[in-house]
């Protein structure tokens, strides 16, 4: 039987064969690596869109809805007292400086001088010599300065806005269904009973107030909001999150209405600053003339006397929550949020590559005047 002589591989095709493999392997290792970096970066952006929208919505809907008091929509806030009412004030159109015995007090965010800029959770007592109409939307613009709102936002992000907001919730039940034991109120919040030219705050564990003539008629019933929104930074494992927040109005349930306090929720993660910008209408015609930053706004335009903010440009930047090496910029990048800007310097430390998306909407108020939209 004749024997077959047996051939391996030359070393020549030992190291061609060696090299298309690594040709071939090198490929399949930068697809699967680009194929990676795609959806990180589809992750990525996901998840800024959804904060940012998320965040956009929350604020845009309270500004929306700022100075909306019911039926006393589109009437300025001049505080008078009623003896012996379960209610602490009455608000009526006539700016006639009358003290006020205020029975509602809260742990204040306001200015320290409350007095001249009425721009705490409720109209302040008032003489007629330094009379101040109620604010129901404050903005202070970023700075430095840790005292802002009486240093109850010291340790907020200081490159970021803070606006303040007053309105009401429209409650689902009337008054009678409340006097008559028909519904109830929450004993932790506090309301307004308002008709046209005088509403009544009060919280919801005090008997429900009448108007001054002792009825309730005409009477519609809302819960009182008080909201301040801002940036704080938090720590969430390794890393340091921006994190939008809000104070809100609140009691605990037992206590009396002087008992008021501001709380603190925090809202959207990844939120790392907000600007605004507001519009002025100074000429009454219902258009907005310019816009202007917080700390360009007088004290009589935030009042509306003179002038009436009607619109608000709304700025927020967003960015990822944790770092990702794809997204270091090669450059400075500036952020224009309207009242301010922001300028990321490119940086070769991972742990401050962060994707960043900057989100801008305007938004008009509702109740912005006695001819506006009322309910």
């Not at 803070?162 to 506090?190: C, E, H, M, P, W």
């Not at 910008?277 to 360009?296: F, Q, R």
Request: glycine share 8%; hydrophobic share 40%.
């Amino acid at each position: 039987m004749k024997a077959f002589k047996q051939k391996g591989f030359t070393l020549t095709e030992i190291m061609v064969a060696a090299v298309v493999a690594i040709i071939v392997f090198t490929g399949l290792i930068n697809i699967l690596i680009a194929s990676d970096e795609t959806v990180d970066d589809t992750v990525n952006r996901g998840e800024l869109q959804e904060t940012g929208r998320l965040a956009m919505q929350i604020i845009s809907r309270d500004i929306m809805m700022a100075g909306y008091w019911g039926s006393f929509t589109g009437s300025s806030f001049a505080p008078t007292h009623v003896a012996g009412s379960a209610a602490n004030f009455t608000l009526h159109r006539e700016a006639n400086g009358s003290n006020v015995t205020g029975v509602i007090n809260t742990q204040e965010c306001s200015t320290s001088d409350a007095r001249r800029t009425n721009n705490g959770t409720f109209p302040n007592q008032v003489v007629a010599s330094s009379f101040r109409f109620f604010r129901h939307i404050t903005g202070y613009s970023n700075t430095a300065d840790v005292n802002i709102l009486n240093g109850c936002l010291a340790t907020r992000v200081l490159n970021s806005d803070v606006i303040q907001i007053k309105r009401l919730i429209t409650y689902d039940n009337t008054v009678d269904d409340v006097v008559n034991g028909l519904a109830s109120l929450n004993d932790t919040r506090f309301y307004m009973l308002t008709k046209p030219g005088e509403a009544i705050v009060f919280a919801g564990n005090d008997v429900v107030p009448t108007f001054n003539d002792g009825t309730h008629i005409l009477g519609e019933l809302g819960e009182y909001q008080h909201r301040i929104y801002f940036v704080r930074e938090e720590t969430r494992g390794d890393y340091t999150v921006p994190v939008l927040r809000r104070r809100f109005l609140f009691k605990n349930g037992t206590d009396v209405r002087s008992r008021g306090r501001l709380g603190d929720q925090a809202l959207v993660e990844g939120v790392e600053s907000l600007g605004f910008l507001y519009g002025l209408d100074t000429n009454g015609d219902g258009t907005v003339n310019y816009y202007a930053k917080a700390s360009e706004i007088t004290d009589q335009q935030w009042e509306e006397n003179g002038a009436k903010v009607i619109a608000v440009r709304v700025s927020i930047l967003v960015r990822t929550l944790k770092p990702n090496v794809n997204s270091a910029p090669q450059n400075a990048i500036t952020y224009d949020l309207g009242s301010h800007t922001l300028t990321i310097q490119p940086n070769t430390n991972e742990s401050v590559m962060f994707r960043r998306m900057l989100f801008t909407n305007t938004v008009t108020l509702l109740n912005r005047g006695e001819s506006s939209w009322r309910s």
